[in-house]
């Protein structure tokens, strides 16, 4: 028996696999949204803001909010929301 060998040790709750065969690219379900977004406010004029109608968003504003926050400081750029019952609103600040 090697070292590292417990025979008391508790069964593992999960199952393993071989570190190689793990995924690791990450495509987002909100990768495409996401991505519309940046390009647009790339190309906002000062004091402009995207108006974006909440019916047309692939899941809740809160989770797309979350996502364009994540995808926005990995590039360092600021931006701010709002919200009414039927648009999003984005703009660079």
């Given at each position: 028996m090697?070292?590292?060998?417990?025979?008391?040790?508790?069964?593992?709750?999960?199952?393993?696999?071989?570190?190689?065969?793990?995924?690791?690219?990450?495509?987002?379900k909100h990768k495409e949204i996401v991505a519309q977004l940046l390009s647009d406010i790339i190309q906002l004029e000062p004091g402009r803001a995207l108006k974006?109608?909440?019916s047309e968003l692939p899941d809740t504003k809160e989770n797309i909010r979350s996502a364009l926050n994540r995808?926005?400081?990995?590039?360092?750029?600021?931006?701010?929301?709002?919200?009414?019952?039927?648009?999003?609103?984005?703009?660079?600040?």
């Open positions: 090697a070292k590292n060998e417990n025979p008391k040790s508790a069964p593992m709750n999960f199952s393993s696999m071989f570190q190689i065969d793990v995924p690791t690219g990450r495509n987002s974006i109608p909440l995808a926005t400081r990995a590039r360092e750029i600021d931006v701010a929301t709002s919200s009414d019952d039927e648009y999003l609103y984005i703009w660079r600040t």
